[in-house]
């Protein structure tokens, strides 16, 4: 003990090492966790399919209605069940169009990690170097995901008032709502395109039409969807003009999406401070680096200083984080 406290030096290699023997066992752990999830999952929607295993869904809502004078009470099942980690990763890849198997990316992105992690340690043998490389990494692919699921969203929410409305024509023109399900898988783009021809191949393999809009919903983080469910379900329940439904919904749709648009530029202002104080930091450290580096080489070559660019960024995650919620307004 005492000639690790006189060699600080080799107290930083052995905390480094142990740390990356720490990392990379729960990196092999997280990859068999997901593994045996995932392959748990998939005997669960085979036993499901096979009427072995009762489906899981959420807790069952019982709405009440005035219909031709009367009270009429029913049931809708419900969406609000808990997920597991590996679900919400399945569900944010599905979102962001690059399917529900999600064992290679998670795959090439442990391998990524593992090799950032050793190739920052054996070029630096600086472990707070070591780790930010697999921290980077992982910050990096989880905005990319993000940002295709937010751009896939858009384009849905566009579509899905075009789908609503062509679905209506279709009613009124004598054909069944399966019929202008696959119209619009047939006629639209994608990613509506997928959304309806999943649910028609649901139909197809014998689900019934309100559990695969449930369970097309559930996978899905659109609001407007989830809404179009629960009034489809309550319209084949309850009885209801479906067309006149779907114009309606379309119409709400749209004003939201005005709406949405409206706040957008109010909360711009917010967006654009983020951008200014989370940049600034980093140009004045960069022009610093470039003018003078002898007077920031502290924070390479030290310890401490290595410690406080850690803490630097951290900040900066969280004032990022911070600000992206002030700009949300829940309507």
């Known amino acids: ?7 600080p030096e080799q107290f930083v290699r052995l905390a480094g090492a142990g740390a990356a023997f720490v990392l990379v066992a729960a990196l092999w752990v997280a990859v068999m966790v997901v593994w045996s999830m995932r392959r748990g999952a998939r005997d669960r929607t085979v036993q499901e399919r096979l009427g072995l295993l009762a489906p899981a869904a959420g807790r069952e809502r019982t ?25 919400r990763i399945r569900r944010a890849h599905y979102q962001a169009g690059l399917g529900l198997d999600i064992a290679p990316p ?68 004598g054909h069944p709502l399966l019929g202008s399900f696959q119209l619009i898988a047939d006629e639209l783009e994608p990613p509506v395109k997928t959304t309806f021809a999943e649910v028609c191949q649901q139909h197809a393999m014998g689900v019934s039409l309100e559990g695969a809009l449930e369970r097309v919903a559930a996978a899905s983080s659109s ?4 809404l179009f469910s629960t009034s489809v379900a309550i319209q084949l329940r309850s009885g209801g003009n ?12 749209r004003d939201r999406m005005r709406l949405g648009r409206r706040i957008r530029v109010l909360t711009s202002q917010t967006q654009f401070s983020k951008r200014i104080l989370v940049g600034m930091p980093i140009v004045l450290f ?32 969280i004032g990022v984080f911070a600000m992206n919620r002030m700009a949300v307004l829940r309507y």
């Not at 003990?1 to 060699?7: A, K, N, V």
């Not at 219909?67 to 590996?86: F, I, K, Q």
């Not at 479906?242 to 749709?253: G, K, S, W």
């Not at 070559?301 to 410690?307: I, P, Q, R």
């Open 63 to 87: 709405l009440r209605l005035w219909r031709e004078g009367r009270d009429v009470t029913t049931t809708v099942p419900g969406t609000g069940a808990s997920m597991s980690l590996a679900q």
């Open 286 to 317: 960069l022009a610093l680096s470039i003018v003078n580096p002898t007077y920031v080489a502290t924070l390479y070559k030290t310890t401490e200083g290595n410690v406080l660019l850690g803490i630097g960024g951290s900040l900066l995650v």
């Open 242 to 253: 479906l067309a006149d439904m779907m114009e309606r919904l379309a119409a709400v749709i």
């Open 223 to 226: 609001a407007d969807l989830k």
């Open 1 to 7: 003990m005492d000639s690790l406290t006189s060699h």
């Open 106 to 173: 998670l795959m090439g992105l442990a391998g990524g990690c593992v090799l950032l992690l050793f190739g920052g340690w054996f070029l630096t043998g600086n472990p707070i170097v070591a780790v930010a490389g697999p921290a980077l990494l992982l910050m990096g692919y989880t905005g990319w995901v993000s940002g295709r699921a937010r751009k896939r969203w858009v384009v849905f929410e566009q579509q899905f008032v075009h789908a609503l409305e062509l679905a209506a024509r279709s009613l009124r023109a």
